[in-house]
């Protein structure tokens, strides 16, 4: 390269690299400096294109800096460091790298400037979050974590394929909009990769699948940055898409309904992120620029009070164990501080006045009305009603009012966590309402120059109507919202169950059919020939059952001591191995 | 810790607070029929461009730009109808119990 140019995701990897080798004493100070050098990087980029490599026969983009994919970049650094800060008590150094990783790779994958970067960073977020939910080490974790890989995996290769047709019709690998008003097989398949990554139904059960499933800290870098790089990668590709627009209202809706089926508090918020990803979906559909100005203020907004909320189930989780509503309850006396940081979280997702969510949702469905699609503003405020139905009610309710659920052990546990949880918990609240009461802030990001006055009576009477009367409503309905101790099955039930049903109808006629023959056999009774058919089933039996059994039996034991390694070392090294490629192919790229 | 002692109070006097809340209501719906009674009708560019448009969802619109306390209404039938509809929802199998992938 002519010019040295350092990309943000180059601090993260190199980071991410060095950490497992810094002395344990300056471990805590080394892992806040990281993620503030990257923030630091990306305040001081300027717009333009840098970072391009010739790679085969393309030119790879590291660096497309604009007003776009710059209000990305700030809130994503802006996470990492709270996310860095909430998780600095964390002993073991293969959760930071792997979330270091994650960060990188949302940072490429928003920097970059051609289909083939994107690619490549995208895999590599699915490659490092994974290890997020495995470090939990529960049995459930395992599974979890590869089944998000597979579906993750199966939303990458629509992606290359899109990738691939786009690239044998135009011949260019650019990353720019897409023509959407002639949309064609590869825009559809980009356009799934795409909304696979954000949780659109039918493909969202992974989300709260591995979301719930996390390490109590994993789930807070994970819920912000897999899904808003997808808002961002359709933005910048398919704006103005129509059929993101119905897409959008159902995800928005359909978050809502299963968040009140849900009794795990972090299962619930996943819901909610479906739902508040479908607000951003629909204004990428929408495509005028006060909806995409809507979109990216709600994304930056979202990842903030989203981020909040899951520190503050995660404190509860990492202080008490429990995460489920029919086990909590009553904890205001242990928790305070963590009941007011969520609540100012759940007041946010709300969109009460004052606070974050209020100055960025209302852009959306504004946006709706504006474009004479007035179902979709209807349809998004109905579902509003219902984020703070279950938000700011029913998580800080039933986490920390309502009847004391808790076991004489979880009791004894509980108490508010330790100052570095509390200071991110803090900060984030702070941002969220800093964000609601001075709107220059985060509107002087957006990229487009679009006036916008959200504090106006009409508006403010408005949103308050539609909360304070849902608030009524929930206490009104109370006893129905009471939580109970089941598990809602998801379209995930067609990869977890849709396995054993498939077995049972392949085996069931090919039994059938095996007695069948039997039967024919029996009743034919040729018994001469059975007698020659003897000598070759001892045959059989003897010799060829020997060697297929004997073969198949070393099989299973290698394949059982490899279990054993999985279970314990094959995951952190799978991760050193993933660690040690991404960091050849980072100074491969940038320093040749 | 102050908080706890904020929530205590508030929680001796819980009926009280239910009844300001309720104060708190009951203002707020009739600051709405006020701004009603002052300038009943809507104001502004896309409620303008508005009043061209067919369908009932844009007639709804118009209604919900006019009516007095419209929103209080749309929030309290949204709360019940989201509870009642999702429960109903829930309990037509897709809930179950919690050991279900276990085995």
Known sequence: ?592 | MNIVRLIDFLRDRLKTVVRVCYVLLALLVAADFVRWAIAPTPHGASEAAAEHATGAWAALYRFSETAPAFWSVFGFVACALIIILSKWFGHRGIMTREDYYND
């Open chain 1, 1 to 592: 390269m002519t010019n040295f140019w350092i990309h943000p995701a180059l601090i993260m990897f190199v980071g991410a690299a060095l950490l497992p080798v810094v002395p344990e004493r300056l471990r805590k100070g080394f892992m806040l400096l990281v993620p503030m050098l990257a923030f630091a990087r990306v305040m001081s980029l300027d717009h333009g294109v840098y970072g391009e490599v010739p790679f085969a026969k393309w030119t790879l983009i590291f660096g497309r800096v604009d007003k776009l994919s710059q209000i990305f970049g700030y809130i994503m650094t802006l996470m990492a460091i709270i996310g860095t800060l909430y998780g600095l008590h964390v002993k073991r150094v293969g959760e930071h790298v792997a979330a270091w990783i994650y960060v990188g790779g949302s940072l490429g994958a928003i920097y970059a400037g051609d289909f083939l970067t994107l690619f490549v960073f995208w895999e590599l977020m699915a490659l490092s979050s994974v290890f997020l939910i495995w470090f939990r080490g529960r049995k459930e974790s395992l599974s979890a974590g590869y089944r998000y890989l597979l579906v993750h995996m199966t939303g990458g290769v629509a992606l290359l394929a899109g990738i691939m047709v786009h690239y044998h019709a135009t011949h260019s690998m650019a990353f720019v909009a897409l023509d959407v008003t002639h949309a064609n097989l590869a825009t559809y398949l980009i356009a799934t990769g795409f909304i696979l990554n954000a949780a659109v139904p039918p493909l969202h059960a992974w989300l709260p699948d591995a979301y719930g499933e996390a390490t109590f800290n994993g789930s807070v870098f994970m819920c912000a940055f897999t899904t808003k790089t997808a808002v961002y990668a359709l933005i910048r590709g398919v704006p103005g898409l129509e059929i993101l627009v119905p897409l959008g209202v159902i995800m928005a809706l359909y978050g809502v309904v299963y968040a009140v089926l849900e009794n795990d508090c972090r299962r619930l918020l996943a819901y909610h992120i479906i739902s508040q990803v479908g607000y951003m979906v629909a204004g990428v559909g929408l495509g005028t620029e006060l909806a995409i100005n809507g979109a990216c203020a709600h994304a930056f907004a979202h990842i903030l009070y989203k981020g909040l909320l899951f520190m503050g189930c995660g404190s509860v989780l990492h202080m008490t164990g429990e995460s489920k509503f029919t086990e909590l309850g009553g904890l205001y006396k242990k928790m305070p501080w963590t009941f007011v940081f969520t609540l100012i979280g759940g007041l946010s997702i709300s969109a009460f006045p004052l606070f974050s969510g209020f100055v960025s949702k209302s852009m959306i469905i504004s946006a709706g009305f504006a474009d004479h699609k007035f179902w979709v503003g209807f349809l998004l405020l109905l579902a509003s009603a219902g984020t703070f139905l279950h938000t700011g009610l029913k998580v800080p309710y039933f986490i920390w009012f309502g009847k004391n659920n808790c076991k004489p052990k979880t009791w004894a546990k509980a108490a508010d966590p330790g100052w570095n949880m509390i200071a991110a918990m803090a900060i984030a609240s702070a941002l969220c309402i800093f964000i609601g009461c001075y709107t220059p802030y985060l509107y002087r990001m957006l990229p487009y120059n679009v006036p916008y006055h959200p504090y106006n009576l009409p508006h403010i009477s408005e949103t308050l109507q539609i909360l304070l009367f849902t608030a009524l409503g929930f206490f009104l309905l109370l006893k129905k919202l009471r939580p109970e101790a089941v598990i809602s099955l998801d379209i995930d039930w067609f990869y977890r169950k849709g396995g054993d049903v498939f077995l049972w109808i392949a085996r069931k006629p090919v039994q059938a059919f095996d007695a069948f023959v039997g039967e024919l056999y029996r009743l034919v009774g040729l018994k001469g020939l059975m007698g020659s058919a003897r000598s070759v089933g001892e045959f059989d039996n003897a010799v060829i059952d020997g060697a297929v059994d004997g073969f198949a039996g070393s099989f299973r034991r290698l394949g059982a001591s490899l279990r054993k390694a999985q279970r314990g070392a094959l995951q952190e090294n799978l991760m050193v191995a993933f660690a040690i490629a991404a960091l050849l192919l980072v100074v491969l790229i940038f320093v040749f």
